[in-house]
């Protein structure tokens, strides 16, 4: 059993910065990949930046050169770091982690942007 708790999310005007994190614990093996998605009102879950386990990145078009993805191996921790954030980048994000054993999802975190 895998346990995703992801934190840092809050109200920030448009234009400002926050960081996600989210700590992974439990029965982990084999980390494949680590993730950040997101959900907005009435809208359907979306990649926003994924990392593989080589380090290899892809995020979403509509966050490229606003938001970094990264991830400190010992402490089994990805990052979201997210600047230059609009109102559309409202939405509840998810952590999400691919083991050789399956996925889990974290329980969300809100990120609202104010105009």
């Known amino acids: 059993q895998v346990q995703l708790v992801e934190s840092g999310g809050g109200l920030v005007q448009a234009g400002g910065s926050l960081r996600l994190s989210c700590v992974a614990s439990g029965s982990i093996f084999s980390i494949l990949a680590m993730g950040w998605y997101r959900q907005a009102p009435g809208k359907q879950r979306e990649l926003v930046a994924v990392?593989?386990?080589?380090?290899?990145?892809n995020y979403a078009d509509s966050v490229k050169g606003r938001f970094t993805i990264s991830r400190d191996n010992a402490k089994n921790t990805v990052y979201l770091q997210m600047n230059s954030l609009k109102p559309e980048d409202t939405a509840v994000y998810y952590c999400?982690?691919?083991?050789?054993?399956?996925?889990?999802w974290g329980q969300g975190t809100q990120v609202t942007v104010s105009s």
């Open positions: 999400k982690l691919t083991d050789i054993y399956g996925t889990s």
């Open positions: 990392m593989g386990s080589g380090g290899s990145t």
